[in-house]
T-cell receptor, first 115, second 114 residues
Framework: GAVVSQHPSWVICKSGTSVKIECRSLDFQATTMFWYRQFPKQSLMLMATSNEGSKATYEQGVEKDKFLINHASLTLSTLTVTSAHPEDSSFYIC???????????FGQGTRLTVV | GESVGLHLPTLSVQEGDNSIINCAYSNSASDYFIWYKQESGKGPQFIIDIRSNMDKRQGQRVTVLLNKTVKHLSLQIAATQPGDSAVYFCAENRPSGNTGKLIFGQGTTLQVKP
C-alpha cells in the first residue's frame, strides 16, 4: 500500500499558539490531500482538501483562517492550526487522493492536545 | 460534516467466534465502499473493499456483503482473534467528481474476549 508519513505523531501546545502538522506521501505523487479530524470515540470527518499549487477547499463549518493548509509539492501537505484552543484538541489524519474507486491510505495521525 | 458524530457502538465477542459488524451508508449513488480497522492512536488501516456491481467479496478471514437495496454493508470476521480488537469503520466513495473523497460511517468498537 501507499506510504504516508505524518509528523509529529503527537503534540501538546499552549492556548493561543500555532501548531504545524506535516503529511508526506512517500511513494505517490499527490496533487490532492485530504485532511480529516477525529474527536475521541467518534468517526473521521473531512475538514479540508489541499490542492498542489492552488487554494485548499474547506468543508462547511471549518474555519479556513484557523486551519491553514499548504500543499507545497506533490509529496508534502501541511496543516497549521493557528491560535489553538482546547476545543481544537483532536486527532488529525491525512490521506492522499489516489482517485475515485481506489483504496485510500492514511497517515499515522497527529494527536493534538491544547492546554 | 457528513459523518455521524455519535459515540461508537461496541460489539463484544469471544475469541474464536465469528464477528459481524454492520454499517448503513447514506448515498444510493455511492459505488465504492471500504472497510477500515483503526487501532488506538493510529490511522485507519485498509481491510477490504467492494464495488457496487458486487454483493459479496472475500478476503483472508474477512467477508464484506453489500445490500444496495437497503444501503447496508457488513463485515464478517471469521475466527475472531484478540488482535482484531479495534474500531471498524465503513467508508463510501461517492461518484461526484473523480476524487477518492470518503464519507465515513460512525464506526463500531470490536472487543475480543480471550
Amino acid at each position: 500500500g501507499a506510504v504516508v508519513s505524518q509528523h509529529p505523531s503527537w503534540v501538546i501546545c499552549k492556548s493561543g499558539t500555532s501548531v504545524k502538522i506535516e503529511c508526506r506521501s512517500l511513494d505517490f505523487q499527490a496533487t490532492t490531500m485530504f485532511w480529516y479530524r477525529q474527536f475521541p470515540k467518534q468517526s473521521l470527518m473531512l475538514m479540508a482538501t489541499s490542492n498542489e499549487g492552488s487554494k485548499a477547499t474547506y468543508e462547511q463549518g471549518v474555519e479556513k483562517d484557523k486551519f491553514l493548509i499548504n500543499h507545497a509539492s506533490l509529496t508534502l501537505s501541511t496543516l497549521t492550526v493557528t491560535s489553538a484552543h482546547p476545543e481544537d484538541s483532536s486527532f488529525y489524519i491525512c490521506s492522499p487522493d489516489r482517485g475515485r474507486g481506489t483504496e485510500a491510505f492514511f497517515g499515522q495521525g497527529t494527536r493534538l492536545t491544547v492546554v | 460534516g457528513e459523518s455521524v458524530g455519535l459515540h461508537l457502538p461496541t460489539l463484544s465477542v469471544q475469541e474464536g467466534d465469528n464477528s459481524i459488524i454492520n454499517c448503513a451508508y447514506s448515498n444510493s449513488a455511492s459505488d465504492y465502499f471500504i472497510w477500515y480497522k483503526q487501532e488506538s492512536g493510529k490511522g485507519p488501516q485498509f481491510i477490504i473493499d467492494i464495488r457496487s456491481n458486487m454483493d459479496k467479496r472475500q478476503g483472508q478471514r474477512v467477508t464484506v456483503l453489500l445490500n444496495k437495496t437497503v444501503k447496508h454493508l457488513s463485515l464478517q470476521i471469521a475466527a475472531t482473534q484478540p488482535g482484531d480488537s479495534a474500531v471498524y469503520f465503513c467508508a463510501e466513495n461517492r461518484p461526484s467528481g473523480n476524487t477518492g473523497k470518503l464519507i465515513f460511517g460512525q464506526g463500531t468498537t470490536l472487543q475480543v474476549k480471550p
